[in-house]
């Protein structure tokens, strides 16, 4: 009977894809969390502005003017109740920083353990669990647009990703 041939090549190259596929998910959260995030100044901060105004205004006796910049105010505080952008941009964050988690975690189980410290068995279990970890991240994380993936993608292939100690193995 003929020996299994080692599983830690197949194990390796599973684990560098579950880092890629992480990386780009965790920088796409990233860029949509930033996003989220402009859109709740852009929405947040005129609606500040403009209910100070029109308070002045309404106690300066033009009420046409005031009620304009109330009508705006409550369609930005409208759309703030209904987009939530600070909730979206926080729950991009944590997802992004679960992805990077994952990535790092992979990373280093690729690097060390599978190499110094686990039989074939135990690295086996291991990649199942990574495997899981990253399909549930999948199935839970808020949908990226296809914008901020573009953008995560342009800025990986630019090296923001890399780590200068592994450019300089290369």
Not at 157 to 165: L, T, W, Y
């Amino acid at each position: 009977m003929s020996a299994l041939p080692d599983p830690r090549p197949a194990i390796r190259a599973e684990l560098e894809r579950i880092e890629e596929d992480c990386i780009h998910s965790g920088k796409a959260h990233f860029n949509a969390g930033d996003r989220w995030a402009r859109y709740h100044y852009w929405l947040g901060i005129p609606s500040v502005v403009l209910s100070a105004l029109a308070g002045a205004a309404f106690f300066k006796d033009h009420g046409d003017i005031a009620g304009i910049m109330s009508a705006v105010v409550a369609i930005l505080t409208s759309l703030m109740t209904f987009l939530k952008p600070s909730e979206r941009a926080s729950a991009h964050k944590g997802s992004g920083d679960q992805y990077l988690t994952l990535r790092n975690d992979a990373r280093v189980f690729r690097e060390v353990k599978l190499v110094y410290a686990c039989d074939e068995q135990a690295a086996i279990a291991s990649m199942d669990d990574f495997t899981k970890r990253r399909n549930e991240l999948n199935q839970a994380s808020a949908q990226f647009s296809r914008k901020d993936f573009e953008i995560a993608r342009t800025g990986i292939d630019q090296g923001e990703a890399a780590h200068r100690v592994d450019a300089a193995r290369k």
